[in-house]
């Protein structure tokens, strides 16, 4: 696979990594946990080097599969995972809130290095900006733990561009992981420019939209609130899901011409965005990693290109991203 580099002094990673949340949850029930080890390191074996997970997932529980499975490869991928939400440590249980106290990070990091089995961590997002604590500071901590060696790089997650450029001022961010999908463009708007101007690649997280842009998820598809974050995101009631439908049939039509798949081809979309654009798709299912691999093979010419943003200027997506709660953590 082609490799990209992350920002101007980032890491050399595959053009296409891979999101490891949905392996330990989030998208039903719990899937095999060596299952899971083995459609990594298949990933590992058709030349994805670049791997997402985050303390939270789980919590903790994605950390160490990604671990495990990627201990045989030290050395030759790239681990990113994150820091910033209050977990108590003994019940592995959520609170909901958000921490980012440099004494926190300088404690979490600790944990997030024993069950990734590294010496030091690739990439380190900031996973939700904490609005009590000045960006400054939160920067400050990281670039310390950067020169104590226990860090490589310092990342930030769903920041708004005014918050990614104090921090840069700090210690320069490598990497900024954000929603970005032809269902969610926000980042255009501001966090591109910056990223662009201040030499920061770009992580695209959902960008097959949690699915929905495979074509595989109809407005009768139902979603078990007990296990499935898509139960709560307004973006996926029936309705919603029934009139966002003329996205996925934009990329169908593209994707037939090219002999792909509506989801290769909304992940060539964003590759063909800027070549340091890596987008993330998560996966459970090998076969699914083998067509997102493939996409990094799908080019779209600049006429297919200007089809695709003729026609996807003339739909408006319907329904919220996340609910309202976890919509205001974001762009702080």
């Known amino acids: 696979m082609d490799k990209r580099t992350l920002g101007t002094n980032g890491p050399e990673v595959s053009a296409i990594g891979l999101g490891c949340m949905s392996m330990t949850g989030g998208y039903s029930d719990k899937p095999d946990r060596q299952e899971m080890i083995s459609l990594i390191r298949t990933a590992v074996d058709r030349g994805v080097t670049f791997f997402d997970t985050a303390e939270i997932y789980g919590p903790y529980a994605n950390e160490e599969l990604v671990g495990e499975a990627l201990a045989p490869y030290q050395g030759q991928v790239v681990i990113a995972t994150k820091f910033g939400w209050d977990i108590h440590p003994v019940a592995r249980k959520p609170s909901g809130r958000v921490t980012s106290r440099p004494e926190v990070i300088n404690h979490v990091v600790d944990g997030s290095l ?30 310390q733990l950067i020169e104590a060696g226990k860090v490589k790089h310092f990342g930030m997650s769903e920041a708004a561009a005014k918050t990614i450029r104090r921090a840069h001022a700090v210690q320069p961010v490598t990497a900024v992981q954000n929603e970005y999908s032809l269902w969610w463009r926000r980042p255009e708007e501001e966090v591109l420019p910056a990223c662009e101007e201040l030499g920061i690649g770009f992580v695209p997280y959902s960008p097959l939209g949690k699915g929905f842009l495979t074509g595989t998820i109809t407005a009768s598809t ?66 699914r990693l083998e067509e997102n691999i493939g996409a990094a093979d799908v080019e779209l010419s600049a006429d297919e290109l200007t089809e695709i943003e003729d026609a996807a200027s003339k739909i408006q997506v319907q329904g919220g991203r996340y609910n309202e709660t976890a919509e205001r953590m974001t762009n702080l």
């Open 114 to 143: 024993h069950r990734l089995g590294v010496d030091a961590i690739d990439v380190y997002y900031q996973h939700r900006v904490d609005p009590e604590i000045p960006i400054e500071d939160v920067a400050g901590a990281v670039k």
């Open 222 to 287: 139902s979603f078990d609130a007990s296990n499935d974050i898509r139960s709560t995101i307004p973006r996926f009631t029936p309705d919603a899901l029934q009139h966002n439908q003329a996205v996925v049939d934009l990329l169908a039509s593209i994707a037939q011409r090219k002999g792909a798949t509506p989801g290769q081809i909304a992940l060539a979309w964003l590759l063909a965005q800027k070549p340091w654009i890596v987008p993330i798709p998560g996966t459970r299912k090998l076969h």
